[in-house]
């Protein structure tokens, strides 16, 4: 019988009380570290240094009875779980899951991206993602990465195991309300999965897919004013990585 741990990740106080209570309401065993000290006994301090810190950190948390890890955002809504979980059943080792955003540009974006994933995973959504506590104990500790979700998603890959998107399941989430500030989204995370690729050797046609990327971009503005912004943000955070980018956290200097 699988024995699922939350290990639920908070830049700050806001969304830990909603998350607390949605765990403790599903009877799941769960830490959340929190870059904010809140004196509650499932709630660890760590200042924030970037989502792969995080992991590491909390990854010492785990308990030992755990086979199943679940890495979750703070700021997300779990619907229908028990389907990924049934994915445990084959002889897979990471599941990432469907995410649904309210409002803004990312739903059309979600919708794009995961018509590709359904064939391959190119990338994974680290709102909720589940391991299996044996394989995240192979990849750990992360290296300085701004996208340690597709950064795990590679490694397993890498390392020859199996991975399923679960569509099934998934979470709700809310991000970006404006084409602008969705151009600074995709710096960040495609900077992110760039660093992810040089940490990681995945199958030719994931490497293959983003050395196309850059050059492919411009297609997207075929999408209006979302896609520019998106090709931008493609762009630039290919350019970032280019210039020796290598950190783990969006600087201030680009926040949204």
Aim: proline residues 5%.
């Amino acid at each position: 019988m699988s024995r699922v741990f939350f290990l639920v990740l908070a830049r700050d106080h806001k969304h830990v009380d909603k998350k607390i209570e949605e765990l403790e309401g599903l009877g799941l065993p769960y830490l959340i570290v929190c870059g904010e000290r809140l004196g509650h006994p499932h709630v660890v301090y760590r200042k924030p240094l970037g989502k792969f810190d995080a992991v590491n950190f909390g990854a010492q948390f785990l308990p030992n009875d755990a086979n199943i890890v679940a890495l979750n955002d703070v700021d997300t809504e779990i619907h229908g779980l028990g389907a990924a979980l049934r994915c445990f059943e084959k002889d897979v080792a990471l599941v990432f899951l469907k995410v649904v955003v309210k409002g803004g540009p990312q739903g059309l974006f979600y919708s794009l991206l995961d018509s590709i994933r359904r064939r391959f995973p190119i990338t994974a959504s680290g709102e909720l993602m589940l391991m299996r506590s044996t394989v995240l104990s192979e990849v750990l500790p992360l290296k300085s990465c701004k996208a340690e979700d597709s950064y795990l998603l590679f490694k397993v890959l890498e390392l020859g195991y199996g991975v399923t998107f679960c569509e099934e399941s998934y979470v709700e989430t809310e991000r970006t309300k404006s084409a602008g500030k969705e151009e600074s989204y995709k710096r960040r995370t495609v900077a992110g999965l760039y660093q992810a690729l040089s940490y990681t050797r995945p199958p030719r046609s994931i490497r293959l897919f983003y050395a196309l990327l850059p050059l492919v971009s411009p297609l997207l503005l075929v999408l209006g004013k979302r896609g520019y912004h998106w090709m931008r943000g493609i762009q630039l955070g290919f350019l970032d990585y280019l210039r020796g980018d290598r950190t783990g956290l969006w600087q201030p200097t680009h926040m949204e």
